[in-house]
Nanobody, 127 residues
Framework: EVKLVESGGRLVQPGGSLKLSCAGS????????IGWFRQAPGKEREGISC????????YYDDSVKGRFTVSSDSAKTIMYLEMNNLKPEDTAVYYC????????????????????WGQGTQVTVSN
């Protein structure tokens, strides 16, 4: 069974750091394009990064560029989102997903033909 399980979300102070994990089972991340999304309260889900790990191609939304980093373990079974210098506006439920293609436009990042979503993990940035 193909499954994505996320972990690592919690309450953190502004300026702090977190590292989210997305563990895949039943596949490796080389099999798909990968993406990280988030949904803040009252807002639509937005893509913040999408990548082809096999080709070492990673895109970041301007809102997180320079602060967030996508990586994986050597076996390509766990995907990470390292978040630094967190801001209150980063508060959201964060989701990982895998799909068949990358979606990159001047205003949006995402995946085409999404195959699987993680369950989401809450990140709250607040004093």
């Amino acid at each position: 069974e193909v499954k994505l399980v996320e972990s690592g979300g919690r309450l953190v102070q502004p300026g702090g750091s977190l590292k989210l994990s997305c563990a895949g089972s039943g596949f490796t991340f080389d099999d798909y394009m990968i993406g990280w999304f988030r949904q803040a309260p009252g807002k639509e889900r937005e893509g913040i990064s999408c990548a082809s790990l096999g080709e070492n191609i990673i895109y970041y939304d301007d809102s997180v560029k320079g602060r967030f980093t996508v990586s994986s373990d050597s076996a390509k079974t766990i995907m990470y989102l390292e978040m630094n210098n967190l801001k209150p506006e980063d508060t959201a439920v964060y989701y990982c997903a895998v799909g068949r293609g990358l979606l990159v436009t001047p205003t949006h990042l995402g995946l085409n033909d999404i195959q699987h979503w993680g369950q989401g993990t809450q990140v709250t940035v607040s004093n």
